[in-house]
C-alpha cells in the first residue's frame, strides 16, 4: 500500500546546530502534510504543516519544505536545543481526511 | 487551551481479558481517530470516525477490537480478548471538518500492557 517514510531514524546534532529531517511520501493524491513531535510517553504533538500548493512555510524556528515533484518533505530546525530531542513523524493527508504516519527520526541533540 | 483527553493513561490487563479505551476529542471536532503505536514505530490507523459514522475501519482485527462513537462525541475503543501482540499506546486525535483536511490534535495516549 502507499505509505509515508523517512530516510533517517535516528539523527544527532550538536546543540545550535541546524537539524534537517526527511521524509518521502507515495501518494501523490496527498494535498496536506503535518510534521508532528513526540517526546517519550506522550502523544504527538503538532508542529507545523504544509498544503500542496506551497512548497516552503516557515515557522517559529522550524521551516518546513515540500517538493512535489520527488514527493519529498524536510522539516528544518534552527538552533537546536535540548528540548527539541524527541521522535519526529510527517504525516499525509488526503481529501478523506485520513492521516497516515511514517516510521518516525529520532532526533538527538548534544549539549 | 482544549485538548483531547483519555483515559486509563496505563493499563495493565491479562491476556484473554476484555479491555477498554475512553477517549473525548476537542469540542466541535467532527472527526476522531484510533492509532496503535508500537514502541519505535509510527502511529497506524485503526479506525476513523465522521461524527458518530465510521469513515475507514479497514486496518481494525475486527474479531476482537470494536469502536464506537455513538453519539458522536466520544468514543471507545474495546478489545476482547486481549492478546499479548495487543500491547502498545493507543492513541486518539481528532480534528475539525471545515471541507479541507487540518491537523489532527493528539491526546496522551493509553500505554496497554498485556501479560
Known amino acids: 500500500g502507499e505509505s509515508v517514510g523517512l530516510h533517517l531514524p535516528t539523527l544527532s546534532v550538536q546543540e545550535g546546530d541546524n537539524s534537517i529531517i526527511n521524509c518521502a511520501y507515495s501518494?501523490?493524491?496527498?494535498?496536506?502534510f503535518i510534521w508532528y513531535k513526540q517526546e517519550s510517553g506522550k502523544g504527538p504533538q503538532f508542529i507545523i504543516d504544509?498544503?500542496?500548493?506551497?512548497d516552503k512555510r516557515q515557522g517559529q524556528r522550524v521551516t518546513v519544505l515540500l517538493n512535489k515533484t520527488v514527493k519529498h518533505l524536510s522539516l528544518q530546525i534552527a538552533a537546536t536545543q535540548p528540548g527539541d530531542s524527541a521522535v519526529y513523524f510527517c504525516?499525509?493527508?488526503?481529501?478523506?481526511?485520513?492521516?497516515?504516519f511514517g516510521g518516525g527520526t529520532r532526533l538527538m541533540v548534544k549539549p | 487551551e482544549a485538548e483531547v483527553a483519555q483515559s486509563p493513561r496505563y493499563k495493565i490487563t491479562e491476556k484473554s481479558q476484555a479491555v477498554a479505551f475512553w477517549c473525548d476529542p476537542i469540542?466541535?471536532?467532527?472527526?476522531l481517530y484510533w492509532y496503535r503505536q508500537i514502541l519505535g514505530q509510527g502511529p497506524e490507523l485503526l479506525v476513523q470516525?465522521?461524527?458518530?459514522?465510521?469513515?475507514?475501519d479497514s486496518q481494525l482485527p475486527k474479531d476482537r477490537f470494536s469502536a464506537e462513537r455513538l453519539k458522536g462525541v466520544d468514543s471507545t475503543l474495546k478489545i476482547q480478548p486481549a492478546e499479548l501482540g495487543d500491547s502498545a499506546m493507543y492513541l486518539c486525535?481528532?480534528?475539525?471538518?471545515?471541507?479541507?483536511?487540518?491537523?489532527?490534535?493528539f491526546g496522551q495516549g493509553t500505554r496497554l500492557t498485556v501479560v
Open positions: 504525516a499525509e493527508n488526503n481529501a478523506g481526511n485520513m492521516l497516515t
Open positions: 501518494n501523490s493524491a496527498s494535498d496536506y
Open positions: 504544509i498544503r500542496s500548493n506551497m
Open positions: 470516525f465522521q461524527d458518530e459514522s465510521v469513515v475507514d
Open positions: 469540542s466541535g471536532h467532527a472527526t
Open positions: 486525535a481528532s480534528s475539525s471538518r471545515t471541507g479541507r483536511a487540518t491537523e489532527a490534535f
